[in-house]
């Protein structure tokens, strides 16, 4: 039976009635008798030990801890929060043939985000092109801020004689992230404890894929393409989240595997993280999921609430046990995620009517949304 925490106000009762029952001749119930002030500062200073323990309570377990407790719990598995990372990309200015632009010159995007490079270019054919990196902000907590469209506009902090002042980012700035919550943290560590590791089970190479740095979520398949292949899909939900989570790569096997071609960027990450640990026989590729997109028509939301209604759908492709890369996204729990979000009391999910099965490979991912009345 759970033990039932009592309020503060219950705990001030009960202080003042035990000294009354105690203390012949003395009345604790009176406000401002020197009793009563007694019997309020032990009900507060009981109310907290008991909130304190109720805190100890929740990091007794990796399915309720938080913060630097569930970061503890998560070693123990070799499980490690998603670290931060910064935006980069590449801006072109102009100026004058042979002016040099040095590493480490400040640029300022437009809404005052500030970024560095971290080469050295010079002026040729009246333009150069030099990488950028965002800095860091002063709590080091996000990153996805430092991510922006190619033509945003940036100036430089301190003029260069010989260069334009002003000009616009000549690709994407993609790779910013934000430090890994909680919830995402909680649910790879849970992975880690209920998959006992069995020498290269298909759970073995989730749990290996989701060990890599960047990597969220992972699935594994045997005999994908054959026997003794397998086939481990991966997603950066976070790194890359300029490319809708998708990993930046091509699919392929680990650098020092023989047998096929190696992949590259994000999959050649994870390939060669799980070559040492696999079974010697076995041929891995890492391969990226198929976007599948969803296009849903909604009635009845107002449009103060669709921001979020979005967001409840998008995470629910996300975290959906159903939406494995082939999987299917159930209609039901489209219209439970709708109805997450408060506010949203009347609607009518008018398409999709049915439950989608997803293509061989696919995943969902969230497209338009035609909102009615």
Known sequence: MPFLRPTLTQLQNQAAQDIVSNLDGGDALLRFSNLNVMAMVQAGMAHMQMGYLDYIALQCTP???????????????????????????????????????????????GDGLQFITN??????NSSVTI???????????????????????????????GISSTSTSSSAFTGGSDIEIDSSLRTRILLAYQTTPQGGSIGDYR?????????????????????????????????????????????????????????????????????????????????????????LSISGIGSSYRAATSK??????????????GGYVIYQKIWAAVASVTGNIDFIVTAPTMDIALPKGAIPFLGTITWSQ
């Open 207 to 295: 749990v290996w894929a989701e060990q890599v740095p960047g990597v969220t979520r992972a699935w594994a398949y045997g005999s994908y393409y054959g026997i003794g292949t397998i086939v481990v899909f991966v997603m950066l939900d976070n790194s890359e989240a300029g490319n809708n989570g998708f990993p930046v790569g091509v699919n392929g096997v680990a650098a020092l595997e023989y047998r096929d071609t190696p992949a590259t960027g994000d999959q050649l990450a994870v390939a060669n993280y799980i070559l040492p640990l696999q079974p010697a026989t076995a041929l891995v590729y890492v391969v990226s999921p198929i976007q599948f997109v969803i296009n």
């Open 131 to 161: 990488s950028a990196i965002a800095i860091p902000d002063p709590t080091g907590l996000t990153g996805s801020n430092g991510n922006s469209t190619p033509n945003t506009q940036f100036t430089l902090a301190n003029s260069i004689a």
């Open 119 to 124: 080469l050295s270019e010079t002026v040729l």
């Open 312 to 325: 409840a759908i998008q995470e629910l492709f996300q975290t959906d046990t159903n939406s494995y890369p």
């Open 63 to 109: 399915a309720t801890a938080t913060d630097e407790f569930l970061e503890a719990w998560g070693a123990l598995k070799n499980v490690n929060r998603e670290a931060i990372s910064q935006a980069s990309g590449a801006v072109t200015f102009s100026g004058s043939n042979g002016t040099n632009i040095p590493a480490g010159t400040l640029l300022n995007r």
